[in-house]
């Protein structure tokens, strides 16, 4: 556990653009991923609320670990949606995938994101998606 | 029309996140939007790939600014679905969304993505999402 | 809440397709559903298995149902995504829906789908979509 | 060719429940399929329109049939999605499905469904989707 905990990490600090955008993998288990961002301006869309592709980053990403741990090696997210509960508002985001199934092939994952703001912490997206292990 | 592409082009230069990432909004009419990227080393995955995230990110705003258009002004992407089809490798990405309906309360819209290589270019992910107008 | 159930159940008998594929609305809440199927031989495919588009019924009416008693009346599943985790074998289907938001003019509803045979009771799809007030 | 549209259509013709909603495989090639449905009471829902459950099932299986076709063999939907443009009111519902990419290991698909009535072919369904292999 602690060893794939070691390899995602090691993943996830290799990958360009999640340093880039500033997310951090907070946690993992043998099945889950936790991805957390704290907001800044330049993550926002024109109505100040934080952009939606921020959002689908953090969930294609969360889901991407969650199935690759399941998986138990290099993964790829094949496919997602997302749906979009409320204005991302907050100080940070939290997204939290879940490995629902996994095969030789694929792993099923759902994901579930929520923005911080002081105490409060609401739900504003759920995603679901298909991952597969790297050729 | 043109004061459609001036409005869109307003929109878009209004998002801290497109500004960030780097994206041009390159086309408009009235049901479709063109978005754009070069690829920089901080696009990219651990692969050396363009980030899911990024085509996420691509795929989420051509889609919000295509079905903004169909209907008639400020507006939300309020889910979608992604599908990559291959790793997106090249130096410039263009995504085009296309509004297949729109109606009052919504427009439904489609997105493909390209991957500029040279003179190729590939097909390396769909999307297919809903709009609804900015409450 | 009993007015709820009592209107539910009057719309899910109103269903002609639900009568003729066979399906019950077992039980409901303010903002879930629960649909159940008693499998036979004409809801299968070619290997023997229920057919993804059974499946792909109950997903559709269970999160019609559960994001309409969240709405609070006539609803349409506006779209939806469905992952299937694995062959759907067994005597009888149960799909539970939930509604994870809900706002004017729109409910998002998760949904999960169980095989049961004999004592054993395996998740065999998962569901996520978007529910509207019929116009 | 010919071999291949000899093996979809028999392929098609022992799926039961095919044949007890009462689909019709019209068409295929290397990489498409159409399927077609005669519209009867028993396919709709309580305002009178078809049930979305009968669009899901064609998107189900003509992304199925245009799937296995581009990879060559029997095949599974391993997920889709579908987003509902209008009511479908007709006296027959026409699903084309045609993959956009394919792989050894899946193809990835698109599919529209029409909805016929007397001369006029209105877009009433778009649906994408995963197909691979059967094990």
Redesign the interface.
């Known amino acids: 556990m602690n060893d794939m905990h070691a390899f995602a990490s090691q ?1 996830f600090a ?8 500033g997310a951090e993998l907070v946690a993992s288990s043998s099945d889950s991923a936790e991805l957390a961002l704290t907001v800044q ?7 100040g609320f ?5 959002l ?6 969360a889901i ?1 670990f969650a199935g690759g741990l399941a998986l138990g090696g290099n993964a ?11 204005p991302a508002i907050g100080s940070r985001l939290v997204a939290l995938a879940q490995a ?2 996994a ?1 030789k ?2 792993a ?1 994952c ?1 994901c579930e994101i929520y923005a911080l703001d002081g105490e409060s912490r609401k ?1 504003c997206a ?1 995603a ?3 991952v ?1 292990p ?1 050729a």
């Open positions: 993943v290799s990958q360009p653009f999640s340093q880039f955008i301006d330049h993550h926002k869309q024109q109505h934080v952009h939606g592709g921020v689908s980053y953090l969930a294609d990403n991407t790829l997210t094949a496919e997602f949606k997302i749906n979009y509960l409320r629902r199934s095969g092939r694929m099923i759902q739900l759920l679901q998606g298909t597969v790297a």
